[in-house]
T-cell receptor, first 112, second 110 residues
Framework: QQQVKQSPQSLIVQKGGISIINCAYENTAFDYFPWYQQFPGKGPALLIA?????SEKKEGRFTISFNKSAKQFSLHIMDSQPGDSATYFC???????????FGSGTQLTVLP | AAGVIQSPRHLIKEKRETATLKCYPI?????VYWYQQGPGQDPQFLIS???????DKGSIPDRFSAQQFSDYHSELNMSSLELGDSALYFC?????????FGSGTRLTVV
C-alpha cells in the first residue's frame, strides 16, 4: 500500500502553462516533504522541499503548497518548459528515520 | 561539486550469479541509502547506514547484503540473482535530511 499517494499518473501541459501535481499522506509522523525530478536513466534530483511549519515555499518557477490539516501537498511548475518533461516524485520522511517514502510518480510532458 | 558516484553503470548477470554494486557518497554526508527502482516504479528503500553502522532496513531480500567501509564507501552484494532483480539500483547520501542520488547501476539478470 502506497503510503504517499500521488496524482495524476501522467500530465500533458502546453509550453508556458502551469503544471500541478498532488500528493497526500496518512502518516502524521512525516515531517519533511521533498520533490524529486527524474530523467530517464538518471537518478532522482532534489527540486525543492518543505517542512510542515510553513504552508508554501517557492524557488524560481517551482512552488510547494502544503496543507497540514488535509495532509496534502502539491508541486506547481509555473511557465512550464519542454525541458521540464520528466518524471516527478513527491516523497516524505519522518523525523525518526531518514529514508524517503516516494509517491508513485507523475510523468510530465510539456509540449512545445 | 562532488556527487554520489556509483559503479558500475551497467551490469549484466545470469540467474543465480552474484553481483556487487559500489557507492561513493558525498564527503561529510553521514548517511548512505540504497534504493531499488523497477521499470515505471518509484524507488523502494532497501537499507541505510548512518556513520558506517546499519541504521534501517526496508524491503531488502535476504539474498542481498550491504556494508559501509571505513572510507565511507558502501557496497551492495546480491547473491542467487533472479530475473526479478533486474532494476535500477540507486545509492544516495544525505546531510541534514537532503538526499542526493547517484546516477544508478542498471542491473539486468538474464
Amino acid at each position: 500500500q502506497q503510503q504517499v499517494k500521488q496524482s495524476p499518473q501522467s500530465l500533458i501541459v502546453q509550453k508556458g502553462g502551469i503544471s500541478i501535481i498532488n500528493c497526500a499522506y496518512e502518516n502524521t509522523a512525516f515531517d519533511y516533504f521533498p520533490w524529486y525530478q527524474q530523467f530517464p536513466g538518471k537518478g532522482p534530483a532534489l527540486l525543492i522541499a518543505i517542512r510542515p511549519d510553513v504552508s508554501e515555499k517557492k524557488e524560481g518557477r517551482f512552488t510547494i503548497s502544503f496543507n497540514k490539516s488535509a495532509k496534502q501537498f502539491s508541486l506547481h511548475i509555473m511557465d512550464s518548459q519542454p525541458g521540464d518533461s520528466a518524471t516527478y516524485f513527491c516523497a516524505a520522511t519522518p523525523g525518526s528515520a531518514r529514508q524517503l517514502t516516494f509517491g508513485s510518480g507523475t510523468q510530465l510532458t510539456v509540449l512545445p | 561539486a562532488a556527487g554520489v558516484i556509483q559503479s558500475p553503470r551497467h551490469l549484466i548477470k545470469e540467474k543465480r550469479e552474484t553481483a556487487t554494486l559500489k557507492c561513493y557518497p558525498i564527503p561529510r554526508h553521514d548517511t548512505v541509502y540504497w534504493y531499488q527502482q523497477g521499470p515505471g516504479q518509484d524507488p523502494q528503500f532497501l537499507i541505510s547506514f548512518y556513520e558506517k553502522m546499519q541504521s534501517d532496513k526496508g524491503s531488502i531480500p535476504d539474498r542481498f547484503s550491504a556494508q559501509q567501509f571505513s572510507d565511507y564507501h558502501s557496497e551492495l552484494n546480491m547473491s542467487s540473482l533472479e530475473l526479478g532483480d533486474s532494476a535500477l539500483y540507486f545509492c544516495a547520501s544525505s546531510f541534514n535530511r537532503e538526499s542526493t542520488f547517484g546516477s544508478g547501476t542498471r542491473l539486468t539478470v538474464v
